[in-house]
């Protein structure tokens, strides 16, 4: 694995990257860099779009309403990241926030929104969401970026299931086994994880997803944890058994 700069700035580009190439960056990225960061033509950064891997640019241009980047050299090729959607009852603002940035940071490929009948924040800012998921991304050295798909309820959703997936239950009322042993029962392969509302799944979501014969129930403690904590430690969990941090 490239050993990852964590010292320079990173920038999300939605552009393809290649050698040579110039970016015509839009006038918030033009502020961000010139305003903010105070960076001037000639100062280099790391840009990524999550296609192309990691490449060193330079401000070649500023203007009143933009800035252009003159694309040089790779530094990291694309990594190839687990196959992990994430899916979860949407949360207040800031925790919401919260969730969906270390979502990013511990890999999940996509962030799915489900509607369960005890979900409480309903209303879903798919904008802010992949505001957050660029700006962990950038700030954390990820390659990957998730794509932030749009709310659905959590019975269409498995209505909709593609089979070959492998759900990840997190389930308070699953007797207390390992759940490194659970995991590690599993084939490698395509996966999700569901974590859900601050209330609980309601007897009949439960009792639908358990019968799923997808659906692979796992309990993370003897602890009640809140959403967005259950997210990482979940995360952490699979990351750890079935994800990329094995081949670390």
Request: charged share 30%; glycine share 6%; with cysteine.
């Amino acid at each position: 694995m490239a050993i990852r700069d964590l010292t320079s700035e990173r920038l999300f580009v939605e552009d393809d990257l290649a050698a040579a190439r110039l970016l015509e960056l839009a006038p918030p990225q033009a502020h961000y860099l010139t305003a903010v960061l105070r960076l001037r033509p000639g100062a280099q950064l790391l840009v990524f779009n999550g296609r192309d891997g990691e490449w060193v640019a330079t401000l070649a241009e500023t203007k009143k309403r933009g800035a252009t980047l003159t694309v040089e050299r790779q530094t990291r090729p694309q990594e190839v990241s687990p196959d992990i959607d994430y899916l979860f009852a949407p949360l207040k603002r800031s925790r919401l926030d919260y969730m969906v940035q270390k979502a990013t940071e511990m890999g999940a490929a996509r962030l799915r929104p489900v509607i369960t009948e005890r979900t409480v924040a309903e209303r879903v800012n798919s904008d802010r969401m992949r505001a957050n998921v660029i700006e962990a991304a950038e700030q954390c050295g990820v390659l990957q970026v998730p794509v932030v798909e749009p709310p659905a309820k959590l019975d269409d959703v498995l209505d909709d299931w593609d089979e070959a997936r492998r759900l990840i239950y997190c389930d308070e009322h699953e007797q207390l086994s390992d759940p490194i042993e659970t995991l590690g029962k599993l084939a490698p392969g395509p996966l999700a994880v569901l974590i859900g509302p601050e209330g609980g799944f309601s007897l009949r979501e439960r009792n639908r997803l358990v019968g799923k014969p997808y659906v692979v129930p796992l309990s993370l403690g003897p602890r009640i944890m809140r959403a967005d904590t259950a997210a990482v430690a979940a995360l952490a969990l699979v990351g750890a058994v079935l994800g990329d941090w094995r081949r670390r």
